[in-house]
């Protein structure tokens, strides 16, 4: 039957196979290959973690240059198609989906424990054996150790008060914008109770929005509670005092046909009535 169907046995599985194909198996093939990798987009993101992280340079697929230090941000951009490196790519996105903070630390610890794993296989131990290790020592690090540090940070007894949510934010602001925190953190409270829910403790994060200005500091920066229009002035006045201000919903500009038309002028007289009618018409 092989014969028939033109397998050949001397080849073994490259013969069964197309070519360019990669088989691994045992210890020194796949499992140690996917820790590799799971070590390896730990090692990118590490040194970005924590208030004296640094920043990355990721060039993306399309040539655009980012430069963060956000975790979630870096391994979006990169284009993983590793399965096991895409769990932790997918682990750092959902982090990011439920707390929007921690993506650092997710794929940072991930990454460590996976490097002491390797050491447990090489020892001997079985796969089987080590997912049971770690599951007996999540159940004891959520049964004891989590509560008691829980216990250190008190908890937010009142959303609505710009106190407590000054004391929530400056270390999550600390961890990004290091010396920065004292000036933003009042900013991003002051905001996040600007548009708070009248009836729930919760706010939608499209309800504030980030304007920059080119040619000024973080600390020039102030909460509007409005509408910020990021454009230059048309005239050569920078501020006005008491001023009326009034809002056109039209257009401003000289009214132009839709299809393309020609004015024959043919002396100057022609050439000033022209204009004088455009005038008229502003």
Known sequence: ????????????????????????????????????????????????????????????????????????????????????AKMLQLAAEAQDFECGDGTNLVVSFAGELLTQTEELFRMGLHPSDVVAGYSKAGEKLLADYLPQLAELV????????????????????????????????????????????????SFSVDSIRVAKILGGDVAQSHVVQGFVALRGLETTLTSAKEAKIVVFGCGMEASSTEAKGTVLMKNADDLKNYNKSEERKM
């Open 1 to 84: 039957m092989s014969q028939s169907m033109a397998y050949n046995q001397a080849a073994g599985l490259g013969g069964m196979l197309k070519d360019g194909h990669s088989s691994q198996e045992g210890l020194d093939g796949a499992t140690i290959r996917n820790i590799e990798a799971c070590r390896e987009i730990s090692t990118i993101t590490r040194t970005s973690l924590g208030p004296n992280g640094m920043n990355k340079l990721v060039v993306n697929h399309l040539g655009k240059i980012i430069v963060t230090s956000d975790c979630a941000t870096i391994v979006k951009t990169l284009e993983v198609e590793h399965p096991a």
């Open 154 to 201: 008190p908890a937010v007894v009142d959303a609505r008060s710009q106190e407590e949510l000054l004391r929530v934010v400056t270390p999550v602001l600390a961890a990004k914008h290091l010396g920065s925190e004292g000036v933003l953190a009042p900013l991003v409270a002051a905001a996040c109770l600007g548009v708070m829910s009248p009836a729930s403790n």
